[in-house]
């Protein structure tokens, strides 16, 4: 849930930089963050199928 609120924050930061040796370093943050989002999505998707299928089973 951070990483998705930092995401936001580092596109607006992306949008209004004028330092273009800050530039990078939020660009890198940025996807970082992004990275850490969708692996945490695919892990909460795997385990809520897993879940899903036992709970059919009981």
């Given at each position: 849930m951070?990483?998705?609120?930092i995401?936001?924050?580092?596109?607006?930061f992306?949008?209004?930089?004028?330092?273009?040796?800050?530039k990078?370093?939020?660009?890198?943050?940025?996807?970082?963050?992004?990275?850490?989002?969708?692996?945490?999505?695919?892990i909460?998707n795997?385990?809520?199928?897993?879940?899903?299928?036992?709970y059919?089973?009981?």
């Amino acid at each position: 849930m951070n990483d998705s609120a930092i995401s936001c924050k580092l596109k607006y930061f992306l949008s209004k930089v004028e330092d273009e040796e800050i530039k990078p370093l939020i660009k890198h943050g940025l996807e970082l963050a992004q990275g850490n989002v969708k692996t945490l999505a695919e892990i909460f998707n795997k385990e809520s199928s897993r879940f899903n299928c036992l709970y059919l089973f009981r």
